[in-house]
């Protein structure tokens, strides 16, 4: 069965980075996109980008351009969105997602980062 | 970009009662929109995808309609498992854009 597991929350100072994990199993990494998707707390959602696995191709939101970078390791079919410069802007719940042609299908738990000194 | 309007914002329904949710987009998506359920502590489950497309798994009835800007997901019968918030997702231009949300509680 399809399954994409995140890793644990994360708590971060203010202006620090921090890398985030997406574990996919139960299907063929390369053949499905990965899109990530920000959600602040209690609010509605955003699309922040998607990678391609197979060749690395990333589309991002303009709005994260420079706050987001997609990656993606084949050998361990994990994908990764690292996130730069945080500001308390940033504390949310981050999540990975399948793209099963235009449906977003699949979704990770969701991982809670909270940025605080 | 794309700007979904979803309405209503909050929702009360008793169990066994028709529902519909509206989402509007501020430019033609064509049938490019999904729906998705929340649950509370959850990630979203798609329900509904290309507008009227019932994802495998989901219970009939659910239902979707809709192309061009209007789109309405409709719940035929109430059950207490469905509450949840409902969002919407364009799909048809880049970035991708969802709907605020429709929050669904039992009265």
């Known amino acids: 069965q399809v399954n994409l597991l995140q890793s644990g929350a994360a708590l971060v100072k203010p202006g620090a980075s921090v890398k985030l994990s997406c574990k996919a199993s139960?299907?063929?990494?390369?053949?499905?996109?990965i899109h990530w998707v920000k959600q602040s707390h209690g609010k509605s959602l955003e699309w922040i980008g998607y990678?391609?696995?197979?060749?690395?191709?990333?589309n991002y939101n303009e709005k994260f351009k420079s706050k987001a970078t997609l990656t993606v390791d084949k050998s361990t079919n994990t994908a990764y969105m690292e996130l730069s410069r945080l500001t308390s802007e940033d504390s949310a719940t981050y999540y990975c997602?399948?793209?099963?042609?235009?449906?977003?299908?699949?979704w990770g738990q969701g991982v809670m980062v909270t940025v605080s000194s | 970009d794309i700007q979904m309007t979803q309405s209503p914002s909050f929702l009360s329904a008793s169990v066994g009662d028709r529902v519909t949710i509206n989402c509007k987009a501020s430019?033609?998506?064509?049938?490019?929109l999904n729906w998705y359920q929340q649950k509370l502590g959850e990630a979203p489950k798609l329900l509904i995808y290309?507008?009227?497309s019932l994802q495998t798994g989901i219970p009939s009835r659910f239902s979707g309609s809709g192309s061009g800007t209007d789109f309405t997901l409709t719940i035929s019968s109430l059950q207490p498992e469905d509450v949840a918030t409902y969002f919407c997702?364009?799909?048809?231009?880049?970035?991708?854009?969802f709907g605020g949300g429709t929050k669904l509680e039992l009265k």
């Open positions: 139960g299907y063929t990494f390369t053949d499905y996109y």
């Open positions: 430019q033609n998506i064509n049938r490019y």
């Open positions: 990678i391609n696995p197979n060749s690395g191709y990333t």
């Open positions: 997702l364009q799909h048809n231009s880049w970035p991708w854009t």
């Open positions: 290309n507008a009227n």
């Open positions: 997602t399948r793209d099963g042609y235009n449906r977003l299908d699949y």
